[in-house]
């Protein structure tokens, strides 16, 4: 099974201000990385898919980069709806696997 | 609009049984895979299954193999989940998800609101 290692656990930053979270894979998974947003009380949202292809309606201020083991989502500028938890998720290999998630809180 | 809409969530007793059902709108069900994501409570997301569009590949985490059964009925555009011998470490809230594009299995792009199973004496 692939493990996904989400760093760090929490975020603390400032609207306007840039994020970076980190995603890593204990073998390579190629492209094949996908992030989802996931705010309180709500079900996950896709944002990234394949390393770096935006999902439909998702905001430029998102991106993805990274392939092999070392993945990054960066929000350019934090707007207040981006607030939340963050998931990495490979589909290289079954089972698929999750990270443990990122969560980005307000400063 | 695509809609899924899951029900059958409960309390149960550990050992029981419960069949959740995902009901499917708004897009060519049977073109595309789905699969069943659990997160317990103030947890992360566990894959838990997943199904072709139609029906002839399923796939099964360890945690649940051998008892937890996917299925789908394309004519009712339905997606259930028989879950057996539960325990529980399986109290979850049980989301539904569609498949990307269609010929794939693995990246979501739509979620229903989830249903929660409780496994709890």
């Known amino acids: 099974e692939i493990v996904l290692t989400q760093s760090p656990a929490t975020l603390s930053l400032s609207p306007g201000e840039r994020a970076t979270l980190s995603c890593r894979a204990s073998q390579s998974v190629s492209s094949y990385l996908t992030w989802y947003q996931q705010k309180p009380g709500q079900a996950p949202r896709l944002l990234i898919y394949d390393a770096s292809n935006r999902a439909s309606d998702i905001p430029g201020r998102f991106s993805g980069g990274g392939s092999g083991t070392d993945f990054t989502l960066t929000i350019s500028s934090l707007e207040p709806e981006d607030f939340a938890v963050y998931y990495c998720q490979q589909r290289s290999n079954w089972p698929l696997t999750f990270g443990g998630g990122t969560k980005v809180e307000i400063k | 609009e695509v809609q899924l809409l899951e029900s059958g969530g409960d309390l149960v007793q550990p050992g029981g049984s419960l069949r959740l059902s995902c009901s499917a709108s708004?897009?060519?069900?049977?073109?595309?895979?789905m699969s069943w994501v659990r997160q317990a409570p103030g947890k992360g997301l566990e894959w838990v299954s997943a199904?072709?569009?139609?029906?002839?590949?399923?796939y099964y985490a360890d945690s649940v193999k051998g008892r937890f059964t996917i299925s789908r009925d394309n004519s009712k555009n339905t997606l259930y989940l028989q879950m057996n011998s539960l325990r529980a470490e399986d109290t979850a809230v049980y989301y539904c998800?569609?498949?990307?594009?269609?010929?794939?299995?693995?990246?979501?792009?739509?979620w229903g609101q989830g249903t929660l199973v409780t496994v709890s004496s």
């Open positions: 708004g897009f060519s069900f049977s073109n595309y895979a």
């Open positions: 199904i072709s569009g139609g029906g002839g590949s399923t």
């Open positions: 998800a569609k498949a990307l594009t269609p010929g794939t299995t693995t990246t979501f792009d739509y």
